[in-house]
């Protein structure tokens, strides 16, 4: 596991806890948002404030984080692509593992356990989750959108009453050509 960076905006040192279980700290830190946290359709801007309510408490076998995080939204709605502003509201809860109380060479690759780097524990990863996981997979700009026409892309939204003429039975368009020269006839 490679060391941590210390001056990353989402990397917390706990050694104020100490490894003394039922100690805890709170913690409020706006952090910028880092890149790609999001799907495709919707995703916090890379850069934009993520404001995390921390509180971290030291346990038996490590430090157990909780987190409140509020972050601005930007993407575009699945049927009419118009532009979507939002905010979301995730909770998330992890253990970090002391790095020493378990050896990295006896975790089961299936496992999934966060570990302490020291006295510095990442909440990137366990953040990215949370609101990824959080995300609609169909962002919509609202609940009753209509959708574009997928005959011409006009917004129904913006035209409820939009229409066209029913098309034509590629069967029978050749007599619409003969009828057409009929009523030019008389």
């Given at each position: 596991?490679?060391?941590l ?16 279980p039922g ?21 916090v801007?890379?850069?934009?404030e ?6 971290f408490?030291?346990?038996?076998d490590?430090v ?8 601005e ?6 049927r009419?692509?118009?532009p979507?502003d939002?905010e ?18 006896t ?5 999934d356990v966060?570990l302490?780097d020291?006295?510095l524990?990442?909440?990137?990863p366990?953040?990215?989750?949370a ?8 962002p ?6 209509a ?6 892309g ?22 619409t050509g003969?009828?057409?020269a ?5």
């Amino acid at each position: 596991m490679p060391s941590l960076d210390p001056r990353a905006p989402l990397v917390i040192d706990t050694h104020e806890l100490g490894r003394r279980p039922g100690s805890q700290r709170e913690l409020s830190l706006t952090v910028p948002a880092p890149a790609d946290l999001g799907i495709e359709m919707l995703k916090v801007p890379e850069g934009a404030e993520l404001d995390l309510d921390l509180r971290f408490e030291a346990v038996m076998d490590g430090v157990l984080v909780t987190a409140d995080v509020t972050a601005e939204l930007s993407g575009e709605c699945v049927r009419c692509l118009e532009p979507i502003d939002d905010e979301i509201d995730v909770h998330f809860q992890e253990l970090y593992m002391y790095d020493d109380t378990r050896d990295a060479a006896t975790l089961d690759e299936d496992e999934d356990v966060s570990l302490t780097d020291g006295d510095l524990v990442d909440l990137e990863p366990v953040l990215r989750d949370a609101i990824v996981l959080d995300l609609p997979l169909q962002p919509l700009c609202r609940p009753d959108c209509a959708g574009l026409c997928p005959e011409c892309g006009a917004n129904l939204n913006d035209e409820p009453d939009h229409g066209h003429e029913a098309p034509i039975d590629p069967r029978w368009a050749s007599l619409t050509g003969l009828a057409e020269a009929g009523n030019d006839a008389e």
